[in-house]
T-cell receptor, first 110, second 110 residues
Framework: GIQVEQSPPDLILQEGANSTLRCNFS?????LQWFHQNPWGQLINLFY???GTKQNGRLSATTVATERYSLLYISSSQTTDSGVYFC????????????FGKGTKLSVKP | DGGITQSPKYLFRKEGQNVTLSCEQN?????MYWYRQDPGQGLRLIYY???????QKGDIAEGYSVSREKKESFPLTVTSAQKNPTAFYLC?????????FGSGTQLSVL
């Protein structure tokens, strides 16, 4: 199957700093999603982004499908941004048939 | 409030015992999913259901069973055949594209 690699695995930031998280996949994928899991386990969908760029407040995401990567950009980080960020792609059939990367664990210090 | 409710939050299983995790949604979504998350890992798909009275195996269905008798409910049973059940279990339902997740159940073995 298609491999999904996320980098960096861990990231520590001071509040207010910017960061870029990366997701590489080993072959073409038909869509890509980014999720945030807070320290209590709640998972939230951030972006559905098969290609191009989307922005939502301080977060933005870019997927370059032809080069097999996606980036999640966090600006002016806040402590509430802490948690694990996952990228996942859909491997066909139902939209929830997702392959997840191992995640980037982000800690934002006050 | 609309959403997905998982219960219990913590569950302990004795050897040889079957246990059932509850997942209820009031979002009127047709598709529902069960994922397993191990420490430091992404989510893996156990089972999914796109309509009532129908469900499909995901990537790691062995040792698990599900039912979908009502649109709102998608319970997961962890059977005694699942030899390594300790994990965090997440239920999700699907809107038009996005997935909505419950808050999870942590299952541990006594």
């Amino acid at each position: 199957g298609i491999q999904v690699e996320q980098s960096p695995p861990d990231l520590i930031l001071q509040e207010g700093a910017n960061s870029t998280l990366r997701c590489n996949f080993s072959d073409s994928v038909n869509n890509l999603q980014w999720f945030h899991q807070n320290p209590w386990g709640q998972l939230i969908n951030l972006f559905y982004i098969p290609s191009g760029t989307k922005q939502n407040g301080r977060l933005s995401a870019t997927t370059v499908a032809t080069e097999r990567y996606s980036l999640l950009y966090i600006s002016s980080s806040q402590t509430t941004d802490s948690g694990v960020y996952f990228c996942a792609y859909n491997y066909g059939g139902s939209q929830g048939n997702l392959i997840f990367g191992k995640g980037t664990k982000l800690s934002v210090k006050p | 409030d609309g959403g997905i409710t998982q219960s219990p939050k913590y569950l302990f299983r004795k050897e040889g015992q079957n246990v059932t995790l509850s997942c209820e949604q009031n979002l009127n979504h047709d598709a529902m999913y069960w994922y397993r998350q191990d420490p430091g890992q992404g989510l893996r798909l156990i089972y999914y259901s796109q309509i009532v009275n129908d469900f499909q195996k995901g990537d790691i269905a062995e040792g698990y069973s599900v039912s979908r008798e009502k649109k709102e409910s998608f319970p997961l049973t962890v059977t005694s055949a699942q030899k390594n059940p300790t994990a965090f279990y997440l239920c999700a339902s699907q809107g038009s594209i996005k997935l909505f997740f419950g808050s999870g159940t942590q299952l541990s073995v006594l």
